[in-house]
Every structure is written in structure tokens, then in C-alpha cells.
């Protein structure tokens, strides 16, 4: 029995020799993240003096690239298709026949009309010999003209369906591919194939409206396409007159020359527009903005204590992001281990 309570004794001991070791660790670990003046312990940080430079303002948008000209080619009459005049693929000329709808049903329609309107000039050159001699009213002449004047407008309308089954390029181009045949009975809604114009090519995108009255005609800007690190320049040569009211956005669209065929239509653009260059501007690395509920912060260091301070900001890059208002020239910015910052907390800075 004593045995017993002898090690009953020794447990409570022990137990308690442990927690009291637990206190006093605590206590010491405590007392080390104070100061001799019982603050807390400076927290070590970096930073970065404020100072005025030069800010090339440019904007990264997303754009589309388009071929100068576009159309799709059909026939605007229907018949048999008699013969296709290009290759595949290939390139044509402005005005070069690219195929032809037989006209034979026209042709004979076209003969007739030309009867007809003979034998109408004949009776009006008749109508008018007898009007000179008052052998007929005036009443009578102009029924005879009038007849003349429709035949001729009869066959002047043969003559231009006729045309129209004679299809040719309005442009100079690449042609695509073709889904027709010699002997394809073509209507008008059949597709025949597609030309376009990729000597030049159109890169179309928008911006947000609050940079629209920074951009113009003529400026230069540079893109590069999927696939390729190259770097290609256009020019822009047309703005919408209007911002788009469901975007809040300003189209915008300028013009690159492709004559060694390296550009598609339809690929996508990744444009950097250069905007106007910022004298004496606030460029902060990204790392110091902080997102918050109801704008952007960043922490500055003043008296050896963090200070939150609400910024606005614009144009960012891939390094830097410009300042409009909360920032000041000589103002010590804060860059790192500010998202475990508390306003008013004490920090030592390491200057960059």
C-alpha cells in the first residue's frame, strides 16, 4: 500500500514539474518577442524608396487577326455550271473569270428581245415621219417611242443576266476550296468557294473606355500570334466612333502588312498598343499591391511602423504597376511580407 501511494506521489510530481516547465518556456519564448520596452519585435522587411521615372503607359489587349478582304463566291443566277476557270488554293487576279453558268436559255432570250426592239425602232422611225406630215396625233408618236424604249430596257436586262453568269474576282486573292463541279446545277445559296485578300490583314480589338480618348489614328503598335515569339507591328487606321454600352469597351482596329504569307486570318492576337509616355510617374513593383474589399492598398514605412495607405492605380505590366493617387516621391513602399503586415505593426526595413 505505501508502495502504491509512493508512486502516486511520484506521478503528481512529475505531472506537475511538467506543466510548470511548459509555463516558464512559454514565458521565456514570450519575452523574446519583446523588447527591452516590452513592445513587439520588429518584423524584418524590404522596401523601396518612391521615386519619379518614366513610365511607358501601354495596354495588353486581346485581338483578332482578319484578312483585308473577305467574301464568299456564288453565282447570283441558277443554271448548270459549264466550266470552272481555278485552282484550289491558287492566287487570281482582279476580274479574272473563275466560272461560268450556261446562258444558252438566255442568249435565245436575248435574240428575241433584240427582234423586238428593231421592229420597235423601225416603228417609232415610221410614227415620227408621219407625225412630221401630221399624219398621226402626238398622242400616237409617243405610244410608238414609249414601246421602243421598253424593248430596249428588255434587252438591256437579258444582256445583264447574261453577265452575271460570268463570275469573276473582284479582287486579287487566294481562292480556297471549291465545293462545286462542272454540270452542278448552282443556285444562289450554293457556296462555291471562298476568296480572300492576305496581303494585308486587319488585327480588330477594344479597349476600356477609359483609355479611349488616349488612342489615335496612325499610331504603331506590336503583336505577336500563338505559336511564334516574332514580333509584328500594324498601324492603327480606324477607331469606332462610339464605346459599346454592354462592354464599356471602344473598338479599335489597325492594319499589318503579310506579304510573305507568315499571318492567317482568323488566328488569335496578343497587341500591346503603346499609350502616352508619363513623365516624373509612380511605378511600384506588383508584389507591394494588396487587393482589398474596396480598392487597392499598400503598406509604407513611417516612424519604424507599417502604415496602410489606399492607393489608385492604372496601366500595370509584367513587373511595374503606375500609381495615380496614395503614393508620394520619398515615401519608403514596403515589397515584401506585406500580406502578413497589420497597420501600426513595427518593421525593420531592409532598403533595395
Known amino acids: 500500500m505505501k508502495i502504491k501511494n509512493i508512486v502516486y506521489a511520484l506521478l503528481v510530481i512529475g505531472f506537475g514539474g511538467f506543466i510548470a516547465y511548459r509555463i516558464t518556456s512559454n514565458n521565456a519564448k514570450n519575452s523574446g518577442l519583446k523588447d527591452t520596452e516590452g513592445k513587439d519585435k520588429p518584423m524584418t522587411v524590404t522596401g523601396i524608396v518612391v521615386h519619379p521615372k518614366t513610365f511607358d503607359n501601354t495596354l495588353s489587349l486581346s ?19 459549264e466550266g470552272i476557270y481555278f485552282q484550289e488554293g491558287s492566287n487570281v487576279s ?49 405610244i410608238a417611242r414609249a414601246d421602243h424604249k421598253s424593248t430596249q430596257a428588255q434587252s438591256q436586262l437579258i444582256k445583264a443576266q447574261i453577265a452575271k453568269t460570268s463570275v469573276r474576282a473582284p479582287f486579287s486573292g487566294k481562292i480556297g476550296l471549291r465545293s462545286i463541279s462542272p454540270g452542278t446545277y448552282i443556285t444562289p ?42 514580333k509584328f507591328t500594324a498601324k492603327v487606321y480606324a477607331i469606332e466612333p462610339e464605346v459599346a454600352v454592354a462592354t464599356r469597351t471602344l473598338q479599335v482596329r489597325a492594319i499589318t502588312e503579310n506579304s510573305y504569307g507568315k499571318l492567317l486570318p482568323g488566328t488569335f492576337a496578343k497587341v500591346t498598343l503603346p499609350l502616352s509616355t508619363i513623365n516624373d510617374a509612380i511605378a511600384v513593383p506588383t508584389e507591394a499591391i494588396i487587393p482589398v474589399q474596396n480598392g487597392k492598398k499598400v503598406y509604407i514605412s513611417k516612424n519604424g511602423m507599417a502604415k496602410e495607405v489606399m492607393v489608385e492605380t492604372a496601366t500595370r505590366t509584367d513587373a511595374t504597376i503606375l500609381v495615380l493617387s496614395g503614393l508620394k516621391v520619398g515615401d519608403t513602399l514596403l515589397t515584401s511580407g506585406v500580406m502578413s503586415l497589420k497597420n501600426e505593426a513595427p518593421v525593420k526595413v531592409i532598403i533595395k
Open 63 to 81: 485581338g483578332s487577326i482578319e484578312a483585308n478582304e473577305q467574301i464568299e463566291l456564288r453565282s447570283e443566277v441558277s443554271g448548270i455550271v
Open 189 to 230: 445559296t450554293v457556296l462555291v468557294a471562298k476568296l480572300v485578300n492576305s496581303s494585308k490583314l486587319k488585327i480588330t480589338f477594344s479597349i476600356p473606355e477609359k483609355y479611349a480618348s488616349q488612342v489615335k489614328t496612325n499610331t504603331v503598335l506590336s503583336f505577336t500570334v500563338e505559336g511564334s515569339t516574332e
Open 94 to 142: 482582279k476580274g479574272q473569270l473563275l466560272f461560268k453558268v450556261n446562258d444558252i436559255e438566255l442568249r435565245a432570250q436575248l435574240a428575241q428581245a433584240n427582234t423586238k426592239e428593231g421592229l420597235a425602232a423601225e416603228n417609232e422611225r415610221r410614227a415620227k415621219l408621219l407625225l412630221q406630215k401630221e399624219a398621226i396625233s402626238q398622242e400616237e408618236y409617243d
